[in-house]
């Protein structure tokens, strides 16, 4: 199947800095990137649809000047969390779309922002 | 609005044993799809349904669409340790696949043998 890829695995930083979230696809040309995320022990909740060229959709609620999408090319999108702060720590889960129905999720990014 | 529920939120089951996990949606939708999540994990892709009375199996799993009733069951037969995860229906919220997945809570499996 197609694969996905986000980098990092696992990121610490203090509270005030910024991160961010790469998300690939390896082997094919992704139409559309989705951005997800998930609370320990809860569901997943989109945060924003990633089209290349486009600017990003965001959910209701999801701040767009905090969560900052770029979706550069067909097989990068990269989310960058501004000023983090302890309660956006959480599992970040990007997902990738080039045709057909099914979504390819990424192996997530864990932040932790002390 | 899209609301997916998922009933149960927590099962514990012996092996051998059959059960059924059922997933509700609040609106018409051609896009149902179940994942399985292990601890610490993303997510891995079991079934993608997109039409009415579709059924779709892969080994002990079963899964099917009700778009009439907005309802989805993932069956499982004979369950084996293994098959312990994390259970996620997510329904799509607009045809064609272009926009994100509304998921349930999940259903958490657990396995005893």
């Known amino acids: 199947g197609a694969v996905v890829s986000q980098h990092p695995s696992r990121v610490i930083c203090k509270s005030g800095t910024s991160v961010k979230i790469e998300c690939r696809s390896l082997?094919?040309?992704?139409?559309?990137m989705f951005w997800y995320r998930q609370f320990p022990k809860q569901s997943l909740m989109l945060m924003a649809t990633?089209?290349?060229?486009?600017?990003?959709?965001?959910e209701q609620g999801v701040e767009k000047d905090k969560f900052l999408i770029n979706h550069a090319s067909l097989t990068l999108s990269t989310l960058t969390v501004t000023s983090a702060h302890p309660e956006d720590s959480s599992f970040y889960i990007c997902?990738?779309?080039?045709?057909?129905?099914?979504?390819?999720f990424g192996p997530g990014t864990r932040l932790l922002v002390l | 609005e899209l609301k997916v529920e998922q009933n149960p939120l927590f099962l514990s089951m012996q092996e051998g044993k059959n059960y059924t996990i059922y997933c509700n949606y609040s609106?018409?939708?051609?896009?149902l799809y179940w994942y399985r999540q292990d601890p610490g994990k993303s997510l891995e892709s079991l079934f993608v349904?997109?039409?009415?009375?579709a059924v779709k199996q892969e080994g002990r799993l079963m899964a099917s669409l009700d778009t009439k009733a907005r309802l989805s069951t993932l069956h499982i037969t004979a369950a084996v340790h293994d098959l312990s995860a994390t259970y996620f229906c997510?329904?799509?919220?607009?045809?064609?696949?272009?926009?994100?997945?509304?998921f349930g809570k999940g259903t958490h499996l657990i396995i005893q043998p």
């Open positions: 349904l997109l039409s009415n009375g």
């Open positions: 997510a329904v799509g919220r607009s045809g064609g696949g272009a926009d994100g997945l509304t």
């Open positions: 990633s089209n290349e060229g486009s600017k990003a959709t965001y």
């Open positions: 609106t018409t939708s051609d896009r």
């Open positions: 082997d094919f040309q992704a139409t559309t």
């Open positions: 997902s990738a779309r080039f045709s057909g129905e099914t979504q390819y």
